[in-house]
Each structure stands twice: as C-alpha cells, then as structure tokens.
C-alpha cells in the first residue's frame, strides 16, 4: 500500500515568517502533485512535479521534488493571511489514481 | 471554459438508504475520479471512470458503484448507507491519452451526512 505522510499535521505562524511543509513517502511516484483547500471546498492545483529533482516556484510558494521522487516539499517566503488553508500532496499512481496525505493545516495569523 | 461541477451541494440520508450523486467534468477532459474525504483526512480514491468504464478501484466495497456517461459526466452510487460514509465527496476530471495521465482537476464536493 502506497503511503504519503505530510508534516507537520498543523502549522500557526504569524505573518511575515517561512514555512516548510514535508511529504514523504517509502514509494516512487511518477508525479506530485500539490493542492490547497479551503473549508467545504474541493481541492485547488498549485503545481505537478515529474522530474527527480525538479524545483518550481509559483510566486511565494516552492515546491520541490525529491531525487528519488518519494518525497516533496512546499515552501513558503512570508506567510500571509491568504495562505491559510489545507495543503495537500498527492502522488500519483498507476496512472490512474491519486494517492493523497493526510494534509498540512496552515493559519497564518496577522 | 467550464469547471468541475458537482451536484447536489448538501445531501442527508439516513442510514440504509440508497443516494446517487453527480459530476459534470471539465471541457476537454475524457476521465472522472471520485474520492471520499472524510473530516480531518485526506481524500481516499474510490474508483476512476474512461470510455464509460471503471478504470481503478480503490478498496471500497461493491456498494460503491458508479456510472459514466457518453458526455464524460459521472454518477456516484452508494447503496446501503452506513454511519460511516458520512463525508465530502469529491469528483475530479481529468484527460487520460490511454497511456499517460494528466493533472486532475476537483469540484466543489458533495457533503453527505448520514444520520
């Protein structure tokens, strides 16, 4: 069974600060995929990653995929307000499911 | 370009009952994915519908069952409620070349609540 474990499982920061959150998993994946989610909403794509290795930055936000691609991790430069969310990773798998962590719950107050 | 979207927003059942919910995927995309999200976790892969059939099933039981249309939305059935299947239920598209998958792509999600 293919497993993601996010950390940590919650984050509160204060505006301003960096943020790391960690996906890791004992199984290869062929892309990852990061997400956001807001309270009885469905999950909103921030970026894919394919490559081992690859970095991609999306303004404030830095997602990188690991060598072995079983890992990732998201980075956030000054936290805002908007920020907060859920943020998921999902990995994907036989090319034809997601395989999903538990999430990182992110409050960044101002 | 239209977005995902999913039918009812709200839905309570009681236990034993049988409920269909609703997905319309996105303009372009061929295949649809249904999750069960249940409070405080992430979503769990129910089953991926391509060409009308199921194309992976996750490890639900046959209760679950769904549909697939010529127009590529999708209908989610669960019979036999149980307590437990209380969730957000999320439906995703996305296009599948048959050899390669692509991004998926969320609705808003169906909150069912059985009592």
């Known amino acids: 069974t293919q497993l993601l474990e996010q950390s940590p499982q919650f984050l509160s920061i204060q505006e301003g600060e960096n943020l790391t959150v960690y996906c890791n998993s004992s199984s290869v994946f062929s892309s990852l995929q990061w997400y956001r989610q807001e309270p009885g909403e469905g999950p909103v794509l921030l970026v894919t990653v394919v490559t081992g290795g690859e970095v991609k930055k999306l303004k404030r936000l830095t997602f990188q995929f690991g060598d072995a691609r079983k890992d990732s991790s998201l980075h956030i430069t000054a936290a805002q307000p908007g920020d907060t969310g859920l943020y998921l990773c999902a990995g994907a798998s036989g090319g034809n499911k997601l395989v999903f962590g538990a999430g990182t719950i992110l409050r960044v107050k101002s | 370009e239209t977005g995902v979207t999913q039918s009812p927003t709200h839905l309570i059942k009681t236990r034993g009952q049988q409920v269909t919910l609703r997905c319309s995927s996105q303009?372009?995309?061929?295949?649809v994915s249904w999750y069960q999200q249940a409070l405080g976790q992430g979503p769990q892969f129910i089953f991926q519908y391509y060409r009308e059939e199921e194309n992976g099933r996750g490890n639900f039981p046959p209760r679950f069952s769904g549909l697939q249309f010529p127009n590529y939305s999708s209908e989610l059935n669960v019979n036999a409620l149980e307590l437990d299947d209380s969730a957000l239920y999320l439906c995703?598209?996305?296009?599948?070349?048959?050899?390669?998958?692509?991004?998926?792509?969320f609705g808003p999600g169906t909150r069912l609540t059985v009592t």
């Open positions: 995703a598209s996305s296009f599948f070349s048959g050899s390669s998958s692509y991004e998926q792509y």
């Open positions: 303009s372009g995309h061929n295949t």
